[in-house]
């Protein structure tokens, strides 16, 4: 591991999601006690996407935004809301200068499949008819997430492709969970790892399901064609066990003709990048911010 992050773990507490309202408690108190971002260089603002029902979304806004994201938190699809997000969600905005709409998503188990994706679709469909009014370019839309976001993310990409949905520029998935089998070498191995490990992937995975059958438009991986979707950057952690999970899909989705960027972040963890100052997580959140700011510019 890398030796700057594997200094923070005896600070890291344990995640179990087998009781989500104690955890999401914990997560909240655990952003609440970091550093706040400097908002200084952008316009943030709270407001309700109309739907069935209506959808949460925090907008950060910086000065001459083209494009927009539609970003969807992490949290194993049973943690994470609008506020824990923040600090993540201010950074990539700021540092990439894309307008990003961060979704407060309805929450498993009490709100299982397809309640996170039809969200994530209504957002992203509002995105597209209020690209005028939000100031940015219809064609210059973007989505993406982190862990749990990310699948719900690539999820959203698939409906739209096969709706004939709003047009989606690209895809940034980070550290994305994408297949509930489990069945690859980093999902059997990592047992221990920080933040995320085998058991914990699995009841994620269960909440979030609920008792619908697994399905591409639960987990992407289970997808049989991956062609006509958008160009993606996928970003993967060497000690996470959905690692082997996204270099898969980042590989299908080349042989589908899908131009793809894939980085895999040697001596990191699930969720690492949150750690800013460590030199690693630097450079990963640098680079998210470049690859958006560059696909959604050129």
Known sequence: MDPELEAFLPLIPRSDLTDPVAERENLAR???????PDTGGMEVEDRTVPGDPDVPVRIYRPHAAQGAIVWLHGGGFCTGDLDTEHP?????????????ISVGYRLAPEHPFPAALDDAYTVLTWTAEHAEELGVDPARIAVGGMSAGGCIA?????????????PIRY????????????????????????????????????????????????APARAADLSGLPPAYIATAEFDPFRDE?????????????????????????????IISTAVSQRQNAELAAVLRRALSE
């Open 171 to 218: 895809q940034l998935l980070n550290q994305p969970g994408l297949d509930d089998r489990q069945e690859t070498v980093s999902a059997r191995k990592f047992t221990d790892t920080p933040r995320l490990d085998r058991r914990n992937a699995a009841v994620a995975w269960r909440h979030y399901l609920g008792s619908a059958p697994a399905s591409a438009s639960a």
């Open 154 to 166: 690539a999820a959203v990409a698939l409906r739209a492709r096969d709706e004939q949905g709003p």
């Open 88 to 100: 993540l969600a201010a950074r990539l905005a700021d540092a990439s200068g894309v307008l990003l």
């Open 246 to 274: 996204g270099i898969a899909y980042a590989l299908r989705l080349l042989e589908a003709g899908v131009p793809v960027e894939l980085h895999q972040w040697p001596g990191t963890f699930h969720g690492s990048h949150a």
């Open 30 to 36: 655990l952003i609440a006690s970091l550093p706040a």
